[in-house]
């Protein structure tokens, strides 16, 4: 009868969480995303090598295959955790994971600020007022009315890199979230006695 009751308040073998398909869900999407990424990177780098004077082009390249390469070893880290298998086995993956969603939450929270306090134009038009308001300003600061121009487009754009930290940031902590809980779940696997001492009737 005991074992029957241990069986009962257990989950059902096969049975996900919310947490878990939620960590499937988003990191086979990632990793499908990564995998597109590192082919088109590996694509374009065979493609400028045969071509001279490319270096621009090389590096987005180098670049691209770099970040396609990091993200898919977060996927699959979060793959390989959000999987039916021991705890154990489980936060192995899932504590590297959770570290580097951390630093990674860590950094928007900063980009987020950042691109808070240079919203104000007064901000943006001082620092380039002490760069270029000088006897022998730098070739990039232009005229005025081009220094007016970046401070307009540098307004818009910070508007709208702020709207999608804050979307990044809040996506990443669903993560932490959904990570924590897996990581924190105590499933085990049932062995065969004892799925067969839960469905032993009760005397």
């Known amino acids: 009868p005991q074992a029957s009751n241990s069986g009962r308040n257990s989950r059902p073998f096969g049975r996900m969480t919310c947490s878990e398909c939620w960590l499937r869900l988003t990191n086979f999407t990632l990793l499908t995303a990564s995998l597109a990424i590192v082919v088109v990177a590996i694509l374009s780098l065979a493609h400028y090598s045969k071509l001279s004077g490319t270096i621009e082009y090389t590096s987005t390249s180098e670049a691209m295959l770099v970040g396609g390469l990091f993200t898919l070893s977060l996927g699959i880290c979060g793959c390989c955790g959000g999987m039916k298998v021991a705890p154990e086995r489980r936060r192995k993956y899932l504590f590297p994971y959770f570290l580097i969603l951390t630093v990674l939450f860590g950094l928007l929270v900063a980009v987020g600020a950042y691109a808070y306090a240079m919203q104000d134009a007064t901000v943006i038009a001082g620092f380039l007022a002490a760069k270029c308001d000088v006897t022998d300003p730098p070739e990039w600061c232009g005229t005025k009315e081009e220094r007016q121009e ?54």
């Open 150 to 203: 970046v401070i307009d487009a540098i307004n818009t754009n910070m508007g709208t890199i702020l709207w999608s930290v804050v979307v990044a940031a809040i996506f990443l902590f669903l993560q932490l979230t959904a990570t924590f809980l897996v990581a924190s779940d105590h499933w085990r696997p049932p062995t065969e006695m004892s799925q067969s001492l839960a469905t032993w009737p009760n005397p």
